[in-house]
């Protein structure tokens, strides 16, 4: 089902990016930006010339089912996304815990295929980049999950996260992120490693809580 690839995926963040270049753009995290913290004051965002609201965002109060719990990692665990499905499956060795349809980057911005890690997750955080009529402004993207590998730098903004803007699965749509309906995002952020500490809204990999495998292909 899988087919071995070494080049990767993508989601573009940033706090004031010019046009995507190849793969992606080099991005800064600061304040709320850097800490997963939700964004209360932030009411509109604006995706592709028109503006809609941004969502309240819920607090988790207890863990679901599917949280993990620090020392209970499994490296069986992995992550892939089919782009020609359009599709993401989450695996436990063979077992498979979720699958959905996902919306990857357009064909200007294309989602890289390859294997990757995930080396950080925010509970929320603001994106924004493109120019023109491809502008994008989106506060409190929720349970955002950036990947890297040795040769696409963490800076470069690649991730998977839950989506308000629109409900398009199955489609291509993204700037090069892999975009997950939100309730799909919210359960593979408290499944993938690294493992989220109980009150914190952000956490980075390390060698002692290393993050999941993604791989992406064609």
């Known amino acids: 089902m899988l087919a071995a ?3 990767l995926l993508g989601a573009l963040l940033v706090i ?13 995290l600061t304040g709320l930006e850097s800490n997963g913290e939700i964004d209360a004051s932030a009411k509109t965002a604006y995706f592709h010339g028109q503006s809609l609201p941004v969502p309240i965002l819920i607090e988790v109060v207890s863990r679901k089912s599917w949280n993990q719990v620090l020392g209970e990692e499994s490296d069986s665990k992995w992550i ?8 993401i499956r989450a695996w436990d060795g063979n077992n498979l815990f979720l699958e959905s349809l996902v919306s990857t980057g357009l064909p200007g911005t294309p989602t890289p295929t390859g294997e990757f890690r995930i080396w950080t997750k925010l509970r929320a955080t603001k994106m924004e980049g493109g120019e023109g009529k491809h502008y994008y402004y989106l506060p409190n993207v929720p349970y955002v999950m950036f990947f890297q590998n040795d040769w696409l730098p963490g800076r470069k903004g690649f991730s998977l ?5 629109h409900s ?18 919210e359960q593979l952020y408290y499944w993938v490693s690294p493992v989220l500490p109980e009150g914190k809204k952000s956490i980075a990999a390390a060698s002692d809580n290393p993050g999941t495998r993604i791989v992406i292909h064609e």
């Open 168 to 185: 398009d699965f199955g489609n291509r749509r993204s700037h090069g992120c892999v975009n997950l309906p939100t309730p799909i995002a």
């Open 161 to 165: 996260h839950g989506t308000y803007w």
């Open 80 to 87: 892939e996304v089919d782009l020609s499905e359009q599709k």
């Open 16 to 28: 004031s990016l010019p046009a995507q270049k190849e793969l992606g753009n080099d991005f800064k």
């Open 5 to 7: 690839t070494s080049a």
